[in-house]
């Protein structure tokens, strides 16, 4: 595994967490609108992006492809609202280690569905007994998260 890589994706991990907060602050900043903190937030992503395009050198003349893209691909930007939506939504009623834990969790399952299957022209990798127990270690995570209190006390 490429170092750069696995350092970039941990700290894509990190910020999660502080993106839920912020975007929690955002929200009772605009009267609890949940709505209204995931559209700031898209908007200022979406400015961040826009700049980061023209500063690299992006091809514009590349987004008259879109026409001719399925409608399913199009649901990235859905998929994300509905991420950024439902932390700042969870965030503050479930906690953020327990909004993340069900979130990595989730991810976790879901990714090896992908990885056996190769939905989506995903490269196809093994569903083996280690990476299965991992995805049973981060359920276990899960739990002890969620639970561990009332089983261990505190």
């Given at each position: 595994m490429n170092s750069v890589l696995a350092l970039m994706a941990f700290a894509i991990g990190v910020v999660v967490p502080l993106q839920a907060a912020i975007n929690n602050q955002l929200k009772l900043l605009l009267d609890g609108s949940t709505v209204l903190a995931a559209m700031i937030s898209f908007a200022v992503g979406t400015i961040s992006l826009?700049?980061?395009?023209?500063?690299?050198?992006?091809?514009?003349?590349?987004?008259?492809?879109?026409?001719?893209?399925?409608?399913?691909?199009?649901?990235?930007?859905?998929?994300?609202?509905?991420?950024?939506?439902?932390?700042?939504?969870?965030?503050?009623?479930?906690?953020?280690?327990?909004?993340?834990?069900?979130?990595?969790?989730?991810?976790?399952?879901?990714?090896?569905?992908?990885?056996r299957f190769g939905w989506l022209s995903m490269p196809l990798r093994e569903l083996n007994l280690p990476r299965l127990a991992g995805a049973l270690l981060v359920v276990a995570g899960?739990?002890?998260?969620?639970?561990?209190d009332k089983w261990f006390g505190r």
């Open positions: 826009a700049l980061l395009a023209v500063c690299s050198g992006q091809k514009f003349s590349g987004l008259g492809q879109l026409a001719r893209g399925e409608w399913w691909m199009f649901l990235g930007g859905l998929l994300g609202a509905f991420f950024v939506f439902g932390t700042t939504l969870l965030a503050p009623r479930l906690g953020v280690a327990t909004m993340l834990s069900l979130i990595i969790a989730g991810q976790v399952c879901t990714s090896l569905l992908f990885d899960v739990l002890l998260v969620n639970f561990g």
